[in-house]
Nanobody, 123 residues
């Protein structure tokens, strides 16, 4: 099993940047595909970005492509989400997740979830 703890959320003005981190426990972190999802109040959870176990493959939702960047450091058991040019519509709780299957853009593709970190973008 793996436990995930997100950090780095906060309040930022539109156009600003934030870097989210997700620290994972366990020695098998490097075998998991990792993803970021978000959920705004009253809305369904949506896929944001994913990265393969090696870090060589990345995937993004169209809504964040060109603004967000996912990366991982397997030596530190950590995955990151760099968010630039933030917009008010990016406001949501952000969750990282780990996938045994290694990839996917659906919540069902992921086996372990963190508790989330809140990102609020003011206009």
């Amino acid at each position: 099993q793996v436990q995930l703890v997100e950090s780095g959320g906060g309040l930022v003005q539109a156009g600003g940047s934030l870097r989210l981190s997700c620290a994972a426990s366990g020695r098998t972190f490097s075998t998991y595909g990792m993803g970021w999802f978000r959920q705004a109040p009253g809305k369904e959870r949506e896929f944001v970005a994913a990265i393969s176990w090696s870090g060589r493959l990345t995937y993004y939702a169209d809504s964040v492509k060109g603004r967000f960047s996912i990366s991982r450091d397997n030596a530190k058991n950590t995955v990151y989400l760099q968010m630039n040019s933030l917009k008010p519509e990016d406001t949501a709780g952000y969750y990282c997740a780990a996938s045994n299957s290694g990839r996917g853009n659906e919540g069902a593709d992921y086996d372990y979830w963190g508790q989330g970190t809140q990102v609020t973008v003011s206009s």
